[in-house]
Structures are given as C-alpha cells and as structure tokens.
C-alpha cells in the first residue's frame, strides 16, 4: 500500500512542478533536491521549522506535500503550527477526534482568515491519519497585551491564564532583534501616511513577538521531550524561524541535543539561484520566481 502512495505522490509532485517555479536546495551541499529527497533528508532530525509567506499559495501547497512524503516513509511525525493558540488546543483535539464538526471547530478554535484555502488541507490529512497536531501559539489577546503594556501586564493574569503563555520569557537583544527593527523600520517608511505606524513602540512589538516564539518553543519541547522518536514538523512565518533565530533558536536552547533543521524561503527576482549568504539563512531554502499570491 505505502509503494501505491509513493508512485501517487511522486506523480502529484511531477504535475505539481509544472504549475510553479522553484527549487529547493540543500545548503550544507548546495545541491537541488525533490520534495522527496527533502522529506529523507528531515527524517534525520528531532524538529523542522516550515517557514512560510502566509499568503503564498507555492509554499502552502509544498506544506502539504512535505508532510504527506514524510508520511509515505514513516508514521512517527507530529505537526505543530503556529496558525492555533494553545488555549484552542481542547477544540483542536475534539475536531481531531470527531468530537465536533467543522463549523464548531474553525470558530471555537479561532481558525485563521485563510485556514479554508491554506491549512485546512494539512488538518484533513493529519485527522485522515491520525497525526498529532500542536497548537502551540501564545494566545493573541496575551500578546497584544505585551504590545501595548509590556512585560508587566502579564503579572494581572490568573494562574489559569498563565498555563496559556510560556514559562520562560526572555528577550534576546542580539541579531533577532536587528532584524525585527529592521523590518519595522522598512514597514513605516512604506506607509508614512499610516497614523498607526507612528504610534507603535517597536520595543514592545518585539517583547510581543520573542513571547510568540517563548511560548511556541516551549509548546514543541513540551511534546518533543515525551516524544523523541517521533519527527516534530512545525510550521510557522518564516522570520519566527529563520536563520535559526526566534523559535528555533529558543528551541535548540531549551534542548541543545536537538538537530533543528530550518526551511527557509528565498524569493529571486530573476533566476532561480542563491547567494553563500542565502545559504545561512536555512537549512534547506525554498528559491522561488516571485511571492505566488493566492
């Protein structure tokens, strides 16, 4: 039955590289490999990072494939994702369970805009095959707070609410940070006419966001650490992950014996090539035409 799934798989994926442009590339080697070929390449590690453009319909369809190749070979894999708060995870595993139908599940579990279109197809095929599915996110009312307030604001919550935000709270000052500045910094000189820009605390912004990355760390560790055979396929935006930073990083922190491995997406203008400084930003990278908007 698994050789059937391999030649249905292997025939998807062929019909699937003429609807886009991309490569993926092993960066420690430089060589191109398949969807296949980077499927055997994770089972050598304990966690791998999908860092994706939350829009992208490429990298979201390449989600799916990913995990449905792990699969062929072996059933020791487990999903976490950044698109489910953790105080949804008792919805998620009703709806996994068929405890709940569809409709009560999106809206108790308070499902993303594009879940219909981009991460139902992944919750499908882990519920058809009984695939654990993390949702490791920090509640997003508990990391406005920190965007608004701070750190303090957390020391209001109940015992009860604190189980939802991970124990650890750390803000790196370091590379992340550069990076996460940068960005904002990018952001507002490409919206000067928006009043809000000019009103955000950068700083609070990214105590919010190394929060997210605490608490979605914490919730893969959690899981890894009873779970050690198992392959634990993450999925989030790709600056969370990449170049081992934010929840990569603060994951190979709380275990240094885990192997991470990071897939990292790399947008070209023109042709389908990358850079020694594009090879430190994953270990596997995505390169891709142009962000294929949905």
Known sequence: MK???????????????????????????????????????LLKYNAAFFGELHDDALLHKLELELLEQIYSFTPEIAVSMEMFERDTQVYLDEYMNDEIGEEEFIL????????????????????????SVIAANIPRRYANLISKQGMHALDSLSIEEKKFISKRQTVFDDEYKERFMAVMQSNMEQMPENPMMGQMNF??????????????AESMFNYIKYNRKKLLLHY???????????????LQRDDPKLRIAVITPIVCEGELTFTDEDRAEGDFLILMKQQSKE
Request: net charge negative.
């Open 3 to 41: 050789k059937i799934l391999l030649v249905m798989l292997l025939l998807s994926s062929f019909l699937f590289a003429e609807d886009f442009d991309y490569k993926i590339i092993d960066s420690a080697r430089g060589n191109e490999l398949s969807i296949q070929g980077l499927a055997k390449e």
């Open 108 to 131: 108790a579990a308070r499902a993303w805009p594009n879940y219909l279109t981009d991460y139902k197809p992944l919750i499908d095929f882990a519920k058809e095959n009984k695939i």
């Open 203 to 216: 700083d609070l912004l990214y105590a919010a966001q190394c929060i997210k990355d605490e608490t979605m």
């Open 236 to 250: 989030n935006g790709d600056f969370h992950s990449r170049k081992h930073l934010g929840t990569a990083q603060k």
